[in-house]
């Protein structure tokens, strides 16, 4: 019998099949391989005991790809969700988290929420930043069901993983789609024990035929992928365009003298917020390279 793995904890995996959704222990052979099964795998069981729903995970079927943070198989795409307020978005945390799914070449959309509590021109100075780099952005109120349609709809026949921070309402989201949809059933509820805590483990839920949703843990901080400082400006996309108005051939568009991407910092084309962090992010990744070797 084939499934998906739905859900990943302690060791226990839980897959919906055909039949309902197993409890599952991965068989010893994953372990000798080092593999290990995702949250989104799709895979091939044994049932062990049908009235108990219980079984073993036998094989992993191929992968179109396989997310490192957050552990995810099988992502169509990836919405990165903060709040406009409460807490406030923080440009650093969320342009990280643009850059891992950038590198492991996740489409993604951004989604900022509570705009019934932000300050308009605040919401439009954060929706500017990254429509100029070139981002779909959606503004929304997930409390209020403003613009949540459209979040819906672009989540439809996909496989989309959801990161953010703790209190962005990823949660309230989450239970509007599965009430739009009624998705959730007394079987699922039981077996995975959903509901009685915030999320802790990542694990998709079904919003539809084909359509999941795969949230994630709440992040406070997410460390940069490992890459060669020079790499960086390849996920910085609006460097691109200024990039021919610099001198110098490989341009870090840190120090060196008439640089294009610097010029345009200065001249407002480029957002200060954006560039600072590109400075803060490749002096990390040079500290990084220092202890590596």
Same mark, same amino acid.
């Given at each position: 019998?084939?499934?998906?793995?739905?859900?990943?904890?302690?060791?226990?995996?839980?897959?919906?099949?055909?039949?309902?959704?197993?409890?599952?222990?991965?068989?010893?052979?994953?372990?000798?391989?080092?593999?290990?099964?995702?949250?989104?795998?799709?895979?091939?069981?044994?049932?062990?005991?049908?009235?108990?729903?219980?079984?073993?995970?036998?094989?992993?079927?191929?992968?179109?790809?396989?997310?490192?943070?957050?552990?995810?198989?099988?992502?169509?795409?990836?919405?990165? #969700?903060?709040? !406009?307020?409460? &807490?406030?978005? +923080?440009?650093?945390? *969320?342009? /990280?988290?643009?850059?891992?799914? =950038?590198?492991?070449?996740?489409?993604?959309?951004?989604?900022?929420?509570?705009?019934?509590?932000?300050?308009?021109?605040?919401?439009?100075?954060?929706?500017?930043?990254?429509?100029?780099?070139?981002?779909?952005?959606?503004?929304?109120?997930?409390?209020?069901?403003?613009?949540?349609?459209?979040?819906?709809?672009?989540?439809?026949?996909?496989?989309?993983?959801?990161?953010?921070?703790?209190?962005?309402?990823?949660?309230?989201?989450?239970?509007?789609?599965?009430?739009?949809?009624?998705?959730?059933?007394?079987?699922?509820?039981?077996?995975?024990?959903?509901?009685?805590?915030?999320?802790?483990?990542?694990?998709?839920?079904?919003?539809?035929?084909?359509?999941?949703?795969?949230?994630?843990?709440? #992040?406070?901080? !997410?460390?940069? &992928?490992?890459? +060669?400082?020079?790499? *960086?400006? /390849?996920?910085?996309?609006?460097? =691109?365009?200024?990039?021919?108005?610099?001198?110098?051939?490989?341009?870090?568009?840190?120090?060196?003298?008439?640089?294009?991407?610097?010029?345009?910092?200065?001249?407002?084309?480029?957002?200060?917020?954006?560039?600072?962090?590109?400075?803060?992010?490749?002096?990390?990744?040079?500290?990084?390279?220092?202890?590596?070797?």
């Amino acid at each position: 019998m084939t499934g998906r793995i739905i859900k990943g904890i302690a060791g226990f995996y839980y897959v919906a099949a055909d039949r309902g959704v197993y409890e599952c222990r991965a068989k010893g052979i994953f372990r000798k391989e080092k593999r290990k099964p995702l949250v989104g795998d799709r895979v091939e069981i044994e049932v062990i005991d049908e009235a108990d729903r219980t079984a073993n995970v036998v094989r992993i079927l191929p992968r179109k790809n396989s997310l490192i943070r957050p552990q995810v198989a099988n992502a169509d795409q990836a919405m990165v #969700f903060f709040a !406009l307020k409460s &807490p406030n978005p +923080e440009s650093g945390l *969320l342009d /990280r988290f643009l850059i891992s799914m =950038e590198k492991q070449r996740i489409p993604v959309f951004i989604c900022f929420n509570k705009r019934d509590i932000a300050d308009s021109a605040e919401a439009s100075h954060w929706r500017d930043i990254y429509t100029s780099c070139g981002y779909d952005v959606l503004l929304i109120s997930a409390e209020r069901q403003e613009g949540t349609e459209e979040v819906i709809r672009r989540l439809k026949g996909k496989t989309t993983v959801v990161a953010g921070p703790s209190g962005a309402g990823k949660s309230t989201l989450t239970n509007l789609m599965q009430d739009e949809v009624h998705m959730e059933t007394g079987e699922l509820s039981r077996k995975l024990g959903r509901g009685k805590n915030t999320t802790r483990h990542s694990e998709l839920i079904a919003l539809g035929e084909d359509t999941y949703f795969c949230d994630t843990p709440g #992040f406070t901080s !997410l460390d940069l &992928p490992e890459m +060669e400082p020079e790499e *960086l400006q /390849r996920y910085f996309p609006e460097f =691109e365009q200024y990039e021919p108005y610099c001198r110098f051939q490989g341009c870090s568009h840190i120090r060196e003298p008439d640089c294009g991407v610097r010029d345009a910092v200065e001249n407002g084309k480029i957002f200060r917020e954006r560039y600072d962090n590109y400075c803060r992010f490749y002096e990390e990744l040079r500290e990084m390279k220092k202890r590596r070797y």
